[in-house]
């Protein structure tokens, strides 16, 4: 047994935990529980903060050079003014960096890869549905957050499709991407009219310091990850990821297949299947470096997020100036590959350094 409070490990008759001295109740094992799963949400939306952040400033970078390519006298409000619904490239370029999210987290590149595609069918769908949504809700009070909400939903929903596409259930699906579409209706919104407001507090935004602009564009984009893959990870955690506990049983079985899995396995080795049991946590082995395994999590994060960072920026450098100089496209794209390559591979190594410290902290308890 699991403490709720302090998370020692408890003998199964016990009554009060040994450590902190909280009673065990089921109450007590319910709060513990429902706490646990909004850490969970949390560190989704977190991701998904980051992640919008990133994808937004790399989408008003791109849509700047490409405004700037044919009008070299727009100004920066009216280059801002286009994202994302009047560029369909930087509404995909923001729906792949929110689509990578989940993979990230579970340091899956196979989830990161499907989620960004995904995320860049979503962004393009969006940007192209935009004009539309404009049309809809022309002149009314609220019709500019109404059509980003649009195309918000749009990709959002693209997103919510890879969890339920993963579990293979056409009820997982629909749920997956009811959460990311509810997700994008409110984070459009809400980041549109952050974003209109911005406007007219500060109606020359282009007379703020360097680093104000940039940090105001992360924070709107922020705003719509961080609300995205909350509703996607509520959805997750409410019904799509919801599993039968594993009582006595020492080992995963397939629904599909019948194949026996170790506790910790989430699909089957045999058949791929998403598993639909789980082992409770006095069942698998729990590192007491609760701490700094969330650290490592996080640095593995930041090298996931700068690696997708450069993949973008080097294709942006690289188009951006291909039509001006195939030489200096090729070297400035090449320049940026290796800045952030060294980047995503100190964070990873960081991350590993933590890992390893942690595996020989127990070895050397264990003795």
């Keep these: ?175 997956g991407i009811a959460g990311g579409l509810i997700g994008g209706l409110l984070g459009g919104g809400i980041s549109s009219q952050m974003y209109g407001a911005l406007l007219m507090e500060v109606p020359s935004l282009e007379k703020l310091p360097w680093f104000a602009g940039r940090l105001i564009e992360f924070g709107v984009g922020g705003i719509v990850g961080v609300i995205i893959w909350s509703m996607i990870g509520l959805s997750e955690k409410l019904y799509i990821f919801k599993r039968r506990q594993l009582l006595e049983a020492s080992k995963k079985v397939c629904d599909n297949c019948h194949t026996e899995n170790i506790l910790n396995a989430w699909y089957c080795s045999q058949c791929g299947s998403a598993l639909q049991v789980a082992a409770s946590r006095e069942q698998i082995q729990v590192t007491p470096y609760r701490g700094l395994e969330r650290i490592a999590n996080a640095l593995q994060f930041l090298s996931w997020l700068s690696a997708t960072t450069g993949i973008v920026t080097v294709l942006v450098v690289f188009l951006s100036f291909l039509l001006q100089n195939f030489l200096f496209a090729l070297f400035g794209s090449l320049l940026v590959a290796l800045v952030v390559y060294i980047i995503s591979v100190l964070l990873k190594s960081a991350a590993e350094t933590v890992r390893i410290f942690m595996q020989l902290t127990e070895k050397l308890s264990a003795k």
């Design 1 to 175: 047994m699991i403490c709720p409070s302090c998370n020692d490990r408890l003998l199964e008759s016990v009554k009060h935990c040994t450590h902190c001295g909280i009673a065990i109740t089921r109450r007590s094992v319910q709060v513990a529980q429902i706490i646990h799963n909004c850490g969970w949400i949390a560190r989704r939306a977190l991701g998904g903060f980051f992640a919008g952040g990133m994808g937004w400033l790399i989408s008003i970078a791109v849509s700047r050079t490409v405004e700037l390519d044919h009008a070299n006298a727009a100004s920066f409000v009216e280059m801002l003014d286009l994202f994302p619904g009047k560029s369909i490239l930087s509404c995909a370029i923001a729906g792949c960096f929110i689509g990578t999210v989940g993979g990230m987290i579970e340091r899956s590149a196979y989830k990161s890869f499907l989620g960004g595609l995904l995320g860049v069918i979503g962004g393009l769908l969006g940007g192209l549905a935009h004009p539309a949504f404009d049309n809809l809700f022309k002149g009314q009070l609220y019709a500019y957050s109404f059509s980003m909400s649009g195309s918000w939903a749009l990709t959002g929903a693209f997103v919510g499709l890879t969890s339920g596409m993963l579990e293979g259930t056409r009820n997982k699906i629909l749920i």
